[in-house]
Every structure is written in structure tokens, then in C-alpha cells.
């Protein structure tokens, strides 16, 4: 069942830019905070191998004890 949200008090001047950025993509208001909102909670494409092999080459990884001491470092940093 949809629900009625609001928010109170937004200032006059993200009101003019949230109107300027739906007249830009030929919505109304409540449509384009309808499209803030999907975007914002929209779940995040799987990465392909394609994706993971670009990142591991941004990194600069070439052993795979490198990419392992990488997520020991995040795992232990939590």
C-alpha cells in the first residue's frame, strides 16, 4: 500500500532548484522527487567479470596476495 511522505520546512532555494531540475526533465515536482527517490534506493547492478578485471586494474593489483592483504587490511580495519 503506498504511503503519503513530506518533508518540512525546505528552504525556498532547494525548492527553486528541485522545480528548475523537473522542468529540465519535463516532470512535475512530485515526479521528480519520485525519480530522486528511485534512483536513491534503486539496488546496485551485479559487477560482471568485466567490471572486477577493470577494477583490479585501476588498482594496479598483479598477485593475488596483494588483492588478499587488500581485504584482510578492509576486514580488520572494520
Known sequence: MPVNLSIKTVPDA???RLRV???RHHRSLQ???MAILE????E???LS???VLAEV???GLTTPSEATGMVREARDGR
Do not use: F, K, Q, Y
Open 14 to 16: 532547494m525548492v527553486h
Open 49 to 51: 567479470a568485466e567490471d
Open 31 to 33: 515526479g521528480e522527487l
Open 57 to 59: 586494474h585501476r588498482l
Open 39 to 42: 534512483e536513491a534506493v534503486r
Open 21 to 23: 531540475r523537473a522542468a
Open 44 to 46: 546496485p547492478a551485479p
